[in-house]
């Protein structure tokens, strides 16, 4: 029934306040109140519908990216918006295009890497859309491995020019986003040579199409790499392929803050870390843990409001059916989820206060802390956006046979998601420099030189070598010293495991290469270990609303249990805990189920989607979910006539067995 709240019953169970959760979701009052201004802004703008895009083509999906691309843009300029309310504006617009390679990486790169004339010359026009960017790393042969990149600029002393050329096939820029049609500038990363000398990748400012008719510059092959996974989803975007051949720019656009080249041709390396090149993967990768949480709330949203509405068996005695909510299989499914999307919310928070940390060091020239922030940023982009993939798609089975419908909103936003496994780095090779990293922190305990900030629990290593969980009943894992010395435990010893048998190798890279598949295993720990410890840094400070602590506690319990027990073989093969000790675990996580249960649909709530970013039959705010599905499966066009076009053609025939024989 339209106007009626069907899930008003699952409203008034919830024993804490929705209003001051929306609050800790989403960071502060001010977040909260730019959210929702400007979610609501979209939502009731018809120039940001997005139901028909499933059955656009891929020509229409552009054009349709295009033009809500433009509109965002007048009206970030129109309402002289801040940045935070222009993000959220592309946000909530969900759809993407070149927007976001242009502000989240082309203008970060610049700002990362370019001089400070050479920012005021682009950011200038960057930042007034004059020009669009994006961001040109990934060819055709190599995208995990950047020292590997092929693309040269070779210095020209005559005419003080670098000369960009595609030697090969597979240095073909293959896959930046933006650049197949819209860009009309690149950061290109391309191996830098001066004198015949190779200095390595290094980051240079190319324009590839012509500003007045888009046509590309002689010199320059340019193109779409073609559809991508699942209709519609990111196919708005277009991800292109780029070959030089001898194209000139000018000197003066090599990014030039990190490295030099001198009029002369002399290479000036300074004395910061050449790893600062990378410097815009490590901020992105950032922003993709929060944009996890926020990916995974949509799917758990979606699934836990239809799991209320939804119901199946137990009328047997003429009552009621039950609601698939309160089986206990589908909360030990949707639950975990659920803690999750806040774990992630959580440890983003955190993420971003370890970045901004690290980039005003940066600016000091204080590199001390640069590796863990790259461990951290790496580590916690693969683990964040793996869990949130395989997040998804549960949420998809966990509605049943309507998951698989388009206007579920879980297909789509699998599709869309999914390849976040992939950019900003491959997630196994993510977590193999988190792997270096804590086989470095190993190698040097006992040296004196206490590890600090996320491997400081390493410098405990003979207490944490040796301990025994001291958990004896089900609620001492409501303690949170146990939780966290049990997931230390883990950790260290997965970690030390590693150490030890890589020091069986004579060779360490040959050691390394053998180890690979623990040594993964060990990283994931490790960042397990990162989300639970942030998660109860939360709920140990201070916390505003009626009963909202008592939430988060249960929600951050279930986080931490739950991996527990999917991780089981890890915590008892290094003797974190006992066959007893995870017993009691699930006994624990049981209870806690239960006691989330009634305030599952208000914590889903506290998300603030609005119906319009949801994009879900399912998951309305209403739950008036089967009248609404009939109303979507009629607007198919299938269903615009009764008979279907190519009844005559195949199927009369067929039924009429009246077709022509076939012939071999
Ligand atoms: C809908 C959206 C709405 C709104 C949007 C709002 C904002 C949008 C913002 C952004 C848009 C977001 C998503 C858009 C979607 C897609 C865009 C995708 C873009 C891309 O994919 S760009 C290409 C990304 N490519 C990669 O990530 C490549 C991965 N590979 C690497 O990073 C390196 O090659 C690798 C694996 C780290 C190895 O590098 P290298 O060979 O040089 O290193 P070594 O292993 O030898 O290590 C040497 C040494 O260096 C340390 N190190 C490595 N990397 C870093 C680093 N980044 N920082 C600091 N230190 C680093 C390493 O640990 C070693 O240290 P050691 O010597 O051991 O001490
Ligand atoms: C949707 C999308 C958008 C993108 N946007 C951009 C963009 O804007 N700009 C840009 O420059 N790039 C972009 N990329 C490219 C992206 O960054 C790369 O695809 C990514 O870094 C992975 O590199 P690859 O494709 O070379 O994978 P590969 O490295 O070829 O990975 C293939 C397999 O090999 C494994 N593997 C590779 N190396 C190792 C190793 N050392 N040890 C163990 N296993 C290994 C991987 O785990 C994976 O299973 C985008 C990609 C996608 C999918």
Redesign the pocket.
């Known amino acids: 029934m339209e106007g009626v709240d069907h899930l008003a019953d699952e409203r008034n169970k919830a024993e804490f306040n929705v209003d001051d959760m929306k609050i800790i979701w989403a960071g502060s009052r001010h977040a909260f109140d730019v959210s929702n201004r400007i979610s609501r802004f979209v939502a009731t703008d018809p120039v940001f519908e997005k139901s028909n895009r499933a059955l656009m083509t891929r020509k229409e999906l552009f054009k349709n990216t295009l033009k809500k691309s433009v509109y965002a843009w007048k009206i970030i300029k129109e309402l002289r918006l801040s940045d935070e309310e222009g ?1 959220k504006l ?2 909530f ?4 295009g070149f ?3 242009h ?3 082309f203008v970060p790169a610049i700002k990362g890497q370019g001089t400070e004339e050479q920012q005021q010359k682009w950011l200038s026009l960057a930042n007034k859309m004059q020009i669009i960017g994006c ?1 040109a ?2 060819e055709l042969g190599h ?5 590997g990149l092929e693309t040269t600029a070779t210095f020209d002393p005559k005419t003080d020019q670098f000369i960009m050329h595609s030697p090969t096939q597979t240095s073909s820029k293959w ?3 933006g650049l197949g049609k819209v860009s009309t500038h690149a950061v290109v990363y391309a191996r830098l040579i001066t004198n015949g000398k190779d200095h390595g990748v290094h980051g240079f400012i190319v324009q590839l199409r012509s500003l007045d008719d888009h046509s590309p510059l002689p010199g320059i092959t340019i193109g779409d790499i073609g559809m991508k996974f699942g209709n519609g989803a990111y196919n708005s ?1 277009d991800n292109g392929f780029l070959m030089f051949n001898q194209f000139r720019i000018p000197r003066d656009q090599m990014l030039m803050r990190l490295s030099k080249v001198t009029r002369e041709g002399k290479y000036i390396a300074s004395d910061v ?4 090149v ?5 901020s ?2 950032q ?2 843990v929060s ?1 996890a949480s926020d990916a995974l709330a949509r799917a758990v949203c979606i699934a836990t409001r239809y799991s209320a509405v939804r119901r199946q068996f137990g009328s047997e005695n003429g009552g009621i059916e039950t609601q698939v909510i309160d089986y206990k299989t589908q909360q030990n499914r949707l639950f975990p989820l659920l803690a999750s999307a806040y774990a992630f919310r959580f440890v983003g928070e955190w993420l971003k206060w370890l970045y901004t940390d690290v980039t005003q060091r940066l600016e000091a020239s204080d590199f001390v802390t ?2 863990e ?3 951290c ?2 580590g916690l982009k693969s683990m964040t956006t793996s869990a949130t993939s395989d997040g998804i798609e549960e949420c998809r089975k966990l509605c049943g046979g309507h998951g698989y419908l388009w206007c579920s909103g879980l297909p789509e936003l699998f599709a ?1 998601y999914v ?2 496994c ?5 997630n196994v ?2 977590q ?2 988190v792997a ?2 804590l086989m ?1 922190t190993v190698s040097q305990l006992g040296s004196g030189k206490a590890p600090a900030g996320t491997t400081a629990y390493m410098g405990r290593a003979q207490h944490l070598l040796q301990c025994r969980s001291g958990v004896q009943k089900a609620e001492d894992w409501l303690n949170p010293s146990m939780v966290l010395e049990a997931f230390e435990s883990r950790a260290l010893r997965m970690a030390i495991t590693c150490a030890k048998n890589l020091s069986k190798f004579e060779n360490q890279e040959q050691g390394f290469s053998e180890l690979l598949a623990d040594l993964v295993e060990a990283a994931i720990a490790h960042c397990q270990l990162i989300v639970v410890s942030k998660f109860i840094a939360k709920i140990e400070g201070e916390i505003e609303g009626k009963g909202v602590k008592k939430q988060l506690k249960n929600l951050c319990y279930i986080y931490a249990l739950h991996l527990l027990h999917k991780h089981l073989g890890d915590f008892l093969s290094t003797n974190s805990v006992t066959p007893e000790q995870a017993s009691l675990a699930s006994h624990q996580l049981r209870s806690l189920y239960s006691q989330v249960r009634p305030n599952a649909v208000a914590l889903v709530d506290a998300f603030d989607y609005t119906d319009h970013y949801l994009g879900s039959v399912l998951g309305r705010y209403d739950g008036n979910v089967y009248p609404k599905l009939f109303e979507e499966a009629l607007k198919d066009p299938l269903n615009d006539s009764v008979v279907p076009d190519g009844y005559h053609e195949y199927i009369r025939p067929l039924i009429k067995q009246n077709f022509p024989s076939a012939k071999l």
Do not use: C
Not at 143 to 147: E, K, L, M
Not at 278 to 282: H, K, R, S
Not at 422 to 426: C, I, L, Q, V
């Open positions: 993000i592309r946000i617009m969900d759809q993407p927007l976001d390679l502000w989240g990486m961001y790393q990934t995208g995990s491995n950047v020292q896959w930046p986003g975007m870390p050449r790893q600062l990378y410097g815009t993967m490590v992105v990768r922003t993709i944009k640069l590796p922030a790259h461990a940023t790496a869309v390849p976040a992939t950019y900003e780095g491959d090779v993510l193999l420099q270096r990293f470095k």
